[in-house]
């Protein structure tokens, strides 16, 4: 299966509209007993999240995951900092390109593949607010084109 393929579980469309994403790569997370159940149930935000490589291992922080109803005194904290697995090489690499100026690890996807939960993490360089106003003129000439041919076509 490629790499950002499978059951979607939550994205962060908040980060495309803050960042270029320059390159994508896919983790694993490791996870406590309950949270694999709350991600199967959907119960996962990504919006305030983002990655950080902390003595040469890379952990996602602010990664919100509900607690489960049913997991009474074994449930888990929700915004606890989790790690994320990847190659060593990938890790040498984006420790390297996050140092640049503007450079950021953004989730971008959670989703389930084979069983287990993934995380697809961009590498991001932040876009100014012109960038952004650029952005949003164009979805919107996008969506009067669109909306003008559908007119005109019924």
């Known amino acids: 299966m490629p790499k950002?393929?499978?059951?979607?579980?939550?994205?962060?469309?908040?980060?495309?509209?803050d960042y270029f994403i320059e390159e994508t790569y896919e983790a694993g997370i490791v996870l406590q007993g309950t949270e694999i159940k709350s991600i199967r149930a959907g119960r996962v935000n990504l919006k305030d999240s983002h990655a950080r490589i902390n003595r040469g291992e890379m952990q996602i922080i602010n990664l919100h995951i509900a607690t489960y109803e049913q997991g009474n005194r074994f449930n888990?904290?929700?915004?606890?900092?989790?790690?994320?697995?990847?190659?060593?090489?990938?890790?040498?690499?984006?420790?390297?390109l996050t140092q640049q100026q503007g450079y950021a690890l953004v989730p971008l996807k959670m989703y389930i593949k084979n069983g287990f939960a993934k995380v697809l993490i961009g590498l991001g360089k932040g876009k100014k607010k012109y960038d952004k106003r650029e952005d949003l003129k164009r979805k919107q000439m996008k969506r009067d084109v669109d909306r003008a041919i559908k007119d005109h076509m019924s």
Do not use: M, V
């Not at 606890?80 to 697995?85: A, E, P, Y």
């Not at 990847?86 to 040498?92: C, F, G, S, Y």
């Open 76 to 96: 888990h904290d929700p915004t606890r900092t989790r790690k994320l697995l990847l190659h060593r090489k990938e890790i040498d690499k984006l420790i390297g």
């Open 4 to 17: 950002g393929k499978g059951n979607a579980i939550a994205q962060n469309k908040k980060a495309s509209h």
